[in-house]
Nanobody, 124 residues
Framework: QVQLVESGGGLVQAGGSLRLSCAAS????????MGWFRQAPGKDREFVAS????????YYADSVKGRFTVSRDNAKNTVSLQMNSLKPEDTAVYYC?????????????????WGQGTQVTVSS
């Protein structure tokens, strides 16, 4: 089993920045890549970004490309999401997820473990 705990959410004005972190514990050696998803009120959960833990290959949703950066610290078993130039439409609960299969995931079905989520609110 893998446990994931997110932190770093909060309230920020449009144009501001936030940094989310996700700490993994348990069978972390089984994780191939980790991702971030978000769910806005009344909407389905959507992919934001993912990164492989080995070579650090990254993939982003078009809506966040150029504004968000996903990174990993293997020594600390953490993955971070640096969010810049935030917009009101970025408001959502952000979830961290871990994938134990080979390949860089980008869909919910690719990920096996999920955190509880952290709220990000961007005011206009």
């Amino acid at each position: 089993q893998v446990q994931l705990v997110e932190s770093g959410g909060g309230l920020v004005q449009a144009g501001g920045s936030l940094r989310l972190s996700c700490a993994a514990s348990g069978r972390t050696f089984s994780i191939y890549d980790m991702g971030w998803f978000r769910q806005a009120p009344g909407k389905d959960r959507e992919f934001v970004a993912s990164v492989t833990l080995t070579i650090g290959r990254r993939y982003y949703a078009d809506s966040v490309k150029g504004r968000f950066t996903v990174s990993r610290d293997n020594a600390k078993n953490t993955v971070s999401l640096q969010m810049n130039s935030l917009k009101p439409e970025d408001t959502a609960v952000y979830y961290c997820a871990a994938d134990t299969d080979y390949g860089l995931g980008s869909e919910e079905k690719d990920f096996h473990y999920w955190g509880q989520g952290t709220q990000v609110t961007v005011s206009s």
